[in-house]
């Protein structure tokens, strides 16, 4: 049994004040650009064509991601406050505003931020799509293996009662009882799907530019999350209602899709290699 209490706040400069959650952030951004700057070179893509990548996947993954957990998760509320879906500010009883921070972002809205951010990418630079999505399917498990580490910080996302003194208490949410860090084992299974990817690049890279990482990465990462979900309580109370009734919660629903796709692509979908520039060695 770990009694989980960390510090919200990673570090303080000043009046500066840095927490964990952002700063895990900031870190599984910068590593992934310096993974996909290596990918690119090995794919003897231009430089300049890789500068404007960072941006365009910054944005789509921030927009994505709160859009997706107001409409998904909350959809009565943020639909009658829409100006607190882009701003980081929450109007309380009295009608006054407070910084909030972005409280609510979620990973199937931020992977649609992403293949929408890509395809205006493409449609600016030229590189090939799918040679583009292969290198973001190799690069999203570290940003998301950092994103779930931000989360245990938070002490959120928690998982279900363990009902034995195995699990983690998160002392943060006034607690005494363990709960199954669900955090902890989704950063770690993405760590493992990161260097999977790496180890079948080396070993296949012909296969970049046929949608195999890109596909290879959606079933992965969405397949571990429709089971890990079955071991995390649900996000919103409304939930359980869903749960009771088909046993499923809605990250479980959002999941499904994002596998069909994957499966498409990793077995060599016709829209994959009619977009592709090579064939599966």
């Not at 293949?115 to 030229?126: D, F, K, Q, S």
């Amino acid at each position: 049994m770990i009694f989980w209490n960390p510090d919200e706040v990673a570090l303080t400069l000043g009046p500066l004040t840095f927490r964990w959650y952002a700063v895990c952030w900031c870190i599984g951004l910068a590593l992934a650009y310096l993974l996909a700057q290596w990918l690119y070179k090995k794919q003897n893509i231009p430089q300049e064509k890789f500068e404007p990548l960072f941006f365009y996947v910054f944005v789509g993954t921030l927009l994505g991601a709160r859009l997706g957990h107001c409409l998904f998760y909350e959809p009565g509320y943020f639909l009658s406050h829409p100006i607190e879906m882009f701003l980081p500010i929450r109007q309380d009883a009295a009608g006054g505003w407070h910084f909030t921070g972005y409280a609510g972002l979620a990973s199937h809205g931020g992977t649609i931020g992403i293949i929408i951010a890509l395809w205006l990418y493409v449609r600016r630079t030229g590189v090939n799509i799918m040679r583009v999505v292969d290198t973001m399917g190799l690069v999203v498990p570290v940003t998301a293996c950092a994103i779930r580490i931000g989360n245990l910080m938070n002490s959120e996302i928690v998982g279900k009662f363990t009902g034995s003194d195995y699990g983690f208490v998160f002392l943060q949410n006034h607690e005494q009882l363990p709960r199954h860090p669900a955090q902890l084992y989704e950063a770690i299974a993405y760590f493992v799907f990161l260097w999977i990817g790496l180890w079948l690049f080396r070993r296949y890279p012909k296969r970049m530019g046929t949608g195999f990482f890109f596909g290879f990465c959606l079933t992965s990462i969405f397949t571990f999350r429709f089971f890990i979900e079955f071991l995390k309580d649900v996000q919103e109370q409304w939930e359980l209602e869903m749960v009771s009734a088909i046993g499923l919660n809605q990250g479980q629903l959002l999941s499904i899709p994002f596998i069909i796709i994957g499966l498409y692509a990793l077995l060599g979908g016709k829209w994959c290699k009619k977009l592709g520039e090579t064939q599966k060695a």
